[in-house]
């Protein structure tokens, strides 16, 4: 286990460097004049411009710039300076402001995910071809038609303005109470995987052949399927949600963008928008490391899981 | 191995001087949604204290099924238990709740099963599935379920119990996972054990070693032991009786030395004669042709008609009863006398 976990953590470095590279050359390779982009629709005076050029380091023209420029980056990246925005703001704070949020974010979706997603599909599971079961896979069916982008503004239109429920946007620093809807409606994307899957390791599991030795030993039904079918059945869905807590940890450029939650997703889209390519490249970085360990997490927590299952 | 392993003589009330375990022309059927195959139709076997009973047949001719039907852990749907009735010391168990019938389970009746591996649950240590019934029934702590574990893993030859306790199934080889599943099925001390195909998913040697084991355990814990196989050679240095079933019904029921000698019914004849022989040699192994028939479309008369080779048109038209051939054996063939005097010579 440990010289698995040394060697995944050797690989991540590699896929880290990997990855910076390739976001930093697509942000950079695309690019007009990020100067005129900073200032918009302003006209640029000659001294801003080479205060600019000499600041960025853009004088350094074709692939030997654009390396200079990296190597540049990844060794202020690897003192833990994520450096400027083109706005002069300090990534680091702008992450530090973002994270909070968004984590919070993704907690709650997470927390709706488990509470109703795992429960509903252990029901639905044990009462198989049931009303229960069916009306879920319905409903489950229906949210993961709809796209977040219509699943936003539509639950933002009736739950937080027409109806009231929920306040409809969220704001700079917003409250647990603010980030509800959002939360909501970006877990049940989340919510309505975990809830079929859920319920087919469920049903799987209940066929399975200890499920007769567990009922030949005699022991009550709930037992039954509250230890010896739930622990089986979880191994797949917990592999899911650690991977889906990586995926709502980095941020959901949609949801944050329709409520106007001042997120990491937001940060990103509007980096994006305004071609601030360190911007874009600081935040994509720091996801890459955060996907990174989640998703190794994940794999540790599997052989936890499962004892079938051994890491050499 | 403790004391407490070793009941005295089974004082097995049987009242209107029955059986042990009697289970009386059982019908079972399942209903899915391309018919109705008729699984079990009309069973009878007993079981006395202490004695073995070896139940033969292919796949599907619900050998596997009357052991589930009599655990009550057959699935309903799809099966239904058309009639009959499975008295435990006198009880019908087929009219006690579910409640009651669970009590029953792994504490009166035990079972093992085929392959261990996936009869085991793969996420618990081998000590904790040994030991959940003797802390959740029989209500042991923690430490004393330990110790108890640890005599049952001895009891079945398991070297070196004490450290494989944590261990899980996937760590045994299969031979050792089946004495697993030994152990736990000898947890409560159960007056009966029913093993269902225990060797069937071992190397041979490994399938000595087994039922040498189950036999000696047998004898020692006085238990009454149902032994269901599709193996003739499993069956003759352990058991008492035979059934052998075909299409869901007993065809021949006798004692073994009886049967091995003169096997009454064509099947149990075929069967044996399947069987390759040392002294038989550079002959075509003698086979049943045909296949076991379709449980949905039972045939007519006798269902082994269309494979036997005593058939005459009485046997398309009309079903045999079991024909009682003295000392409880019998045969359910119109030919059974001419069969047994055919095998005899």
């Not at chain 1, 198989?128 to 319905?138: H, P, Q, V």
């Not at chain 2, 004391?3 to 004082?11: E, K």
């Not at chain 2, 099924?65 to 009599?70: E, G």
Request: glycine content about 8%; aromatic content about 6%.
């Amino acid at each position: 286990m440990f010289r698995f976990i040394l060697r995944r953590l050797l690989q991540m470095v590699l896929a880290f460097f990997g990855t910076t590279l390739i976001v930093y050359a697509l942000m950079f390779a695309g690019q007009g004049d990020p100067i005129q982009a900073l200032a918009g629709e302003r006209p640029v005076t000659a001294a801003q411009r080479a205060y600019l050029t000499e600041k960025f380091h853009l004088d350094q023209t074709g692939v030997g710039g654009f390396f200079y420029r990296y190597f540049d980056y990844v060794k202020n990246l690897l003192q833990g300076d994520l450096g400027q925005s083109l706005t002069g703001r300090s990534i680091s704070d702008i992450l530090a402001a973002a994270w909070p949020v968004t984590i919070k974010l993704a907690l709650i979706a997470m927390a709706v995910t488990i509470v109703f997603g795992v429960t509903a599909g252990v029901l639905a599971g044990i009462r198989r071809a049931g009303i229960f079961d069916n009306s879920t896979l319905l409903l489950t069916l229906l949210v993961l038609g709809i796209p977040t982008i219509v699943l936003a503004p539509l639950a933002q239109y009736f739950l937080g303005v027409r109806w009231q429920l929920f306040p409809p946007t969220a704001g700079a620093d917003p409250d647990l109470y603010a980030l509800l809807l959002p939360g909501i409606v970006l877990g049940s994307l989340s919510l309505a995987t975990a809830l079929r899957l859920t319920r087919t390791s469920v049903a799987e599991n209940l066929r399975a052949d200890y499920v007769r030795t567990a009922r030949s030993k005699g022991l009550v039904k709930r037992r039954i399927v509250s230890v010896h079918v739930l622990r089986n059945s979880l191994i797949p869905v917990v592999t899911f949600l650690g991977v889906e807590l990586g995926n709502l940890m980095s941020g959901a450029i949609i949801t944050e963008g329709v409520f106007n939650i001042p997120g990491v997703g937001f940060n990103l889209f509007r980096g994006i928008r305004t071609e601030d390519g360190p911007l874009v490249v600081g935040i994509v970085s720091v996801l890459v490391v955060v996907y990174l360990v989640s998703n190794l997490v994940v794999d540790v927590l599997y052989a936890v899981l499962d004892p079938r299952i051994r890491y050499e | 191995m403790s004391q407490s392993a070793v009941r005295p003589t089974p004082a097995s009330p049987t009242p209107e001087g029955g059986h042990l375990l009697d289970v009386r022309d059982l019908y079972v059927e399942f209903r899915t949604g391309e018919g109705v195959a008729r699984v079990i139709n009309g069973v009878s076997y007993h079981l006395d204290p202490g004695e073995t009973l070896a139940v033969l047949g292919e796949s599907g001719s619900g050998k596997s099924v009357t052991a589930q039907a009599i655990m009550g852990i057959l699935d309903t749907p799809p099966a239904v238990i058309r009639s009959g009735q499975i008295r435990y010391q006198g009880r019908d168990l087929l009219a006690l709740s579910e409640e009651q019938r669970r009590q029953v389970r792994g504490k009166e009746i035990a079972m093992i099963f085929q392959d261990a591996l996936s009869a085991l649950n793969p996420v618990f240590p081998v000590g904790w599935q040994i030991g959940e019934t003797l802390r959740h029934r029989a209500g042991m702590s923690r430490a004393d379920a330990r110790r108890r574990v640890i005599e049952l893993m001895d009891l079945v030859k398991i070297p070196a119990a004490a450290k494989r306790l944590g261990d899980y199934p996937h760590q045994f080889s299969g031979g050792m996972r089946q004495r697993v599943m030994i152990a736990m099925a000898l947890a409560m001390e159960p007056k009966v054990l029913i093993a269902d195909e225990p060797t069937t998913a071992l190397d041979v040697t490994v399938q000595a070693q087994i039922m040498d084991l189950l036999a000696d355990l047998r004898r020692d814990l006085n238990m009454a032991m149902i032994l269901i196989t599709h193996d003739l050679g499993v069956v003759a240095g352990v058991a008492d009786r035979i059934a052998v079933m075909y299409a869901g019904r007993i065809v021949e029921h006798a004692d073994v030395r009886a049967l091995y000698r003169a096997p009454a019914h064509p099947y149990t004849k075929g069967l044996l004669e399947s069987i390759p022989r040392m002294d038989v040699r550079g002959q075509e192994l003698a086979t049943i042709k045909g296949l076991p028939p379709n449980l949905m479309r039972i045939p007519s008369g006798c269902p082994f008609h269309p494979r036997c080779p005593y058939v005459q048109q009485v046997c398309v038209d009309v079903v045999p009863h079991d024909l009682v051939l003295g000392d409880g054996r019998t045969s359910a063939c119109h030919f059974a006398q001419e069969v047994r005097d055919d095998s005899a010579h």
